[in-house]
Each structure stands twice: as structure tokens, then as C-alpha cells.
């Protein structure tokens, strides 16, 4: 066994998840013998993207367009304007005319929704996302179907989002009285981050190592990796493939 350190910037890790969660078998079975629901965000444009490839789709996706509730940059502008509709694949097929508010009551058991967070405890596997509607926006038909109808939560997130604190500790804190901005909510079902995804790919195991750096490095993370020669050979060819990340889907 060998431990090699691997250097990867969010597009990167954003890519890396969706890679793997579109070889992860739970989320395969869901695509082609029940229904999976990819909600739009940054990260699952990503997976809208891998998922499209994967069924040979040629359905139209602006991923620049695939999103919601985006956090920017002072001054920053976001191109255009966001997409109307979250990509379900039904059986194979590829749907691009409804939005989770319409598909989410009718999924049941064997299916599956992906949901983006705001905020990963890495230790305890959770995490939470950010709410601005006083409505509770698309999290209420997510619980919905995850509570009343055991539709299965897979949570695509990136390292750069961990936190030092238990996420419901954190929503206590945000959806107090006294609190102002932005409500967290905690979410159910499986967390998956880049760890994850370096399993799925090469079956090698990692750890997060250090993190942080600059022109384009901020929110990187540096990943130990063990394995076999062999899978660390798989995982130096991913790298290779991920070092060709455009910085941003969101840029024009």
C-alpha cells in the first residue's frame, strides 16, 4: 500500500462527484429501473452533465443555467437567467419540462432525489442547506418524499463547504427568533463528497489532508490517497482528466 497526496480545485471536485456518483450503483439502479431527480445547483450541474453523457442523451442543458440560490462574490453577476425545470430521468428517459415541486410528490420507494447543501460536518456525515424562501423553497417536497414515501437523499457536496459543528446545532442557531438571513435546514439521506467519490472510481481510500491556496486554488483541497498500485494508477489518470476543469460552469 501507498499514500500519495492529490491536489483538487472545487471545479475539479465538483466534477470528481459527479463522476462518481454516476458509477455509484444505488444511484445507476435509481436512473434505469426507478426514477432519479437531479435538482438544480452548482454542483449537480455537474451531475446533470455526467448523466446526460451516461444515457447517451442529447437533450440541451445550459449548466451555466442549471442552478439556484447560488452564492457570488462582491459584485459578481451570474450569466443569465436559471434554468425552469429539474432533470428527472424516468426509467432511461430523460424528462427537461417539470420542476421538483411537480416530481418530488409522485416518487416512492426506488427512486431517488440529488440534492446540493451549503454546509458538510464532515466527521458526522451530515449536512445543511441554506433556505431564503419563507416557504421553505424545494426542501419541503425533498422531506416530503424522503419522510412520507422513503424516496432515497444522496447529497452531492464539496470539502470546501465542511463546518466545525453538528449541523442541527448550526440550524438552531440560524432559525432562532433572533437570527436574521438565510435559514439552514438539515438534510436526510447520504452524504457524498470527493472522498466518496475516490472510492467509487478507483477503490482506493482518502483522507482530507490540508486545503486552501490561490488563483483559482481557494476552497482547494489537497486528498491522501491509498491504495494499490493499481488503483493509485487509476486515480493519477482521473487527475489527469480533471486537470482539464474549466475554472467555472458559470462563466460565459
Not at 459543528?165 to 435559514?183: D, H, T, V
Not at 491504495?227 to 489518470?237: F, K, N, S
Request: hydrophobic fraction near 45%; aromatic fraction near 4%; charge should be negative.
Amino acid at each position: 500500500m501507498k499514500t500519495v497526496p492529490f491536489l483538487i480545485t472545487v471545479p475539479m471536485g465538483k466534477r470528481l462527484i459527479a463522476k462518481g456518483l454516476l458509477a455509484d450503483p444505488a444511484v445507476m439502479e435509481a436512473m434505469v429501473r426507478g426514477r432519479l431527480l437531479i435538482v438544480a445547483g452548482t454542483t449537480n450541474a455537474y451531475v446533470a452533465q455526467e448523466a446526460l453523457r451516461a444515457t447517451g442523451s442529447s437533450a440541451a442543458l445550459d449548466s451555466r443555467s442549471f442552478r439556484r440560490g447560488v452564492t457570488l462574490a462582491p459584485g459578481a453577476k451570474l450569466p443569465g437567467d436559471q434554468t425552469k425545470f429539474d432533470l428527472l430521468i424516468d426509467h432511461g428517459e430523460i424528462r427537461t419540462d417539470r420542476t421538483v415541486f411537480e416530481i418530488a410528490p409522485e416518487l416512492g420507494p426506488g427512486d431517488m432525489i440529488l440534492k446540493g447543501a451549503n454546509a458538510l460536518f464532515l466527521s458526522g456525515a451530515e449536512a445543511g442547506t441554506l433556505i431564503g424562501h419563507p416557504q421553505g423553497g424545494t426542501i419541503i417536497p425533498i422531506l416530503a418524499a424522503a419522510i412520507g414515501r422513503r424516496v432515497q437523499i444522496v447529497v452531492p457536496i464539496g470539502l470546501e463547504k465542511r463546518v466545525e459543528k453538528p449541523i442541527p446545532e448550526l440550524a438552531r442557531l440560524m432559525n432562532s427568533a433572533g437570527a436574521e438571513g438565510p435559514r439552514l435546514c438539515p438534510l436526510p439521506g447520504r452524504v457524498y463528497t470527493e472522498l466518496d467519490a475516490v472510492q467509487t472510481l478507483t477503490g482506493a481510500h482518502a483522507e482530507l489532508l490540508a486545503a486552501g491556496g490561490a488563483l483559482g486554488a481557494e476552497g482547494a483541497v489537497y486528498l491522501a490517497v491509498t491504495g494499490e498500485e493499481d488503483q493509485l494508477e487509476t486515480m493519477q489518470a482521473l487527475m489527469n482528466e480533471l486537470r482539464r476543469e474549466p475554472a467555472s460552469l458559470l462563466q460565459d
